[in-house]
């Protein structure tokens, strides 16, 4: 199977706003940064907001993959976002090309992402993932018919598992309320 990197199936971004280099804008922006994104392609939707003049590349689309630039441990790969959502400091937005499954992409990204963030000797030693290192990945290029049936193998596992989660949590409330009930049926709480 052919190995392509990184660069040629995908456009990638790194975001790096500087406040006091940066335009003023008339109306407030909205951002993600890097405590927005969560595993399993969760985003906490708590926008930080500012006045800054925002770089059109950093706008956040449909089949985006975001990576956190710094202890990267899962990407995010966005099935849904608001219009005019931008990406923060220290986050890289990974776009695919047509040629390409964003989802397969996704899904490879993530299997990789650790093993590929090193040690950085700028400042507090953190794992970082560099620009050439990004671009230079190779990654595996099965023709797109499979790519789209891993990618939705992929998608749909993590889908899953959100909704048996989120059963788990219904099921807990559902119990919690049944026995509130029992034990105000059976004349409430006293203490002694």
Not at 99 to 112: F, R
Request: net charge positive; charged share 25%; hydrophobic share 35%.
């Amino acid at each position: 199977m052919k190995h392509i990197k990184l660069n040629e199936i995908a456009n990638i971004n790194f975001c790096t706003i500087t406040p006091s280099r940066s335009k003023p804008s008339a109306t407030p922006t909205k951002w993600l940064v890097c405590a927005n994104f969560l595993a399993d392609n969760e985003i906490d939707d708590n926008f930080s907001t500012n006045n800054v003049m925002p770089d059109e590349k950093w706008l956040l689309h449909k089949n985006d993959i975001v990576v956190k630039r710094i202890t990267p441990t899962f990407i995010n790969y966005i099935d849904d976002i608001e219009d005019g959502i931008y990406c923060g400091n220290n986050l890289i937005i990974v776009t695919p090309k047509d040629t390409v499954d964003s989802k397969y992409l996704a899904m490879i990204l993530n299997e990789k992402i650790v093993s590929l963030s090193k040690e950085s000797s700028i400042g507090a030693v953190m794992k970082s993932i560099s620009r050439t290192d990004l671009e230079e990945m190779r990654i595996p290029f099965p023709d797109i018919e499979t790519q789209k049936a891993i990618g939705s193998l992929w998608h749909n596992g993590i889908e899953l598992k959100k909704k048996r989660t989120r059963l788990a949590e219904l099921e807990n409330i559902k119990m919690n309320y049944t026995i509130n009930k029992a034990i105000k049926m059976l004349g409430g709480k006293k203490n002694g």
